[in-house]
């Protein structure tokens, strides 16, 4: 089938790598088409910080402020609509939209995110990204000193709990069942004056989103500001993985330093390629994508 329209980039997300990458591509003269579902991972989340010029801001006002700018750029344009299919074509790639529309692209960049898998814990997704947090960068400042808790196991939550150790004295590592910490593990969180827990959780208490205690079984209850926890992850997109691109160890999209995936002609960047989830990292990582987008379409 012919396509509806020709651009030289689709950038597949439009948040803020997929935004940054825009606006790299619209300074340096590209034509680019944003295909944006409106799902950011960030949606619940009240506040962003460590960004800046932008901490505190709430993630919606930033991402406002850069679609505005970007759309100062007349050969971009950001369009609210879902990619569904995409595919390698002699020239280039053609992606088919939840619409029905077929848009030619030589260069495609992936920016969709990733999908997180809650667990089946009463109050635990009501409180993500509020009060259950996976960054302690971008929101341990504002719970330091109170009662916090992160929620892991084994090596993982032993180098979590340490870590959030950082940010209070008053710190508890809830294993959701028995511990598999080493002896020494053990050992060195009782020297920090951090409390284990085994007991499995049985739900969040929570008002709006914000975590008042943890109720163990039994009917125990640990009061609490916040809890730390890293939770499964699917990719947000398919696409990437239907055209060949390869997934890491840890489920991420693989890309090299310039943000290259493993096709030719696909890029991508945010937190589909990275543990790193912060809005500095994802922008970052964006604009590098968009300039090399750029330098690839030179040799064209």
């Known amino acids: ?130 009060s259950v947090l996976h960054c302690p960068y971008c929101h341990g400042y504002e719970v330091h000193g109170q009662p916090l808790g992160v929620l892991g196991n084994g090596d993982a939550g032993f180098m979590q709990a340490r ?29 920090a004056g951090i409390r284990t827990e085994e007991t499995p959780l049985q739900a969040l208490y929570h008002e709006r989103g914000h975590l008042q205690q943890v109720v163990l079984q039994g009917g125990r209850q640990v009061p609490l500001a916040a809890l730390f926890a890293h939770v499964p992850f699917r990719q947000h997109c398919e696409l990437p993985v239907l055209l060949g691109c390869t997934l890491t160890e840890s489920g991420h999209l693989q890309v090299d330093d310039w943000q290259k995936t493993s096709v030719p002609g696909v890029y991508a960047a945010g937190d589909a390629t990275t543990p790193m989830r912060t809005v500095a990292v994802a922008v970052a990582a964006g604009t590098k994508a968009g300039a090399f987008v750029n330098h690839e379409l030179l040799a064209l």
């Not at 870590?163 to 590592?173: A, D, G, S």
Request: net charge neutral; charged share 10%; proline share 7%.
């Open 1 to 130: 089938m012919e396509p509806n329209s020709s651009v030289e980039v689709v950038i597949i997300g439009g948040s803020y790598a997929g935004l940054a990458a825009a606006m790299s591509l619209g300074r340096a003269l590209r034509t680019v088409l944003v295909l944006d579902s409106g799902q950011p991972c960030n949606r619940q989340t009240p506040y962003s910080h460590n960004f800046l010029t932008q901490d505190g801001e709430t993630p919606a006002a930033i991402r406002a402020k850069a679609l505005a700018q970007v759309l100062q750029y007349p050969t971009v344009q950001v369009v609210q609509e879902q990619a569904m299919q995409a595919e390698k074509t002699p020239a280039g790639f053609l992606v088919t939209t939840a619409s029905g529309q077929l848009i030619a692209a030589q260069k495609l960049i992936f920016a969709t995110g990733i999908q997180d898998l809650m667990p089946a814990l009463p109050g635990f997704a009501e409180c993500w990204g509020i």
């Open 163 to 191: 870590l959030i150790r950082n940010w209070t004295p008053q710190l508890t590592l809830f294993t959701n069942g028995p511990a598999t910490l080493s002896p020494q593990q053990t050992l060195q969180l009782r020297e």
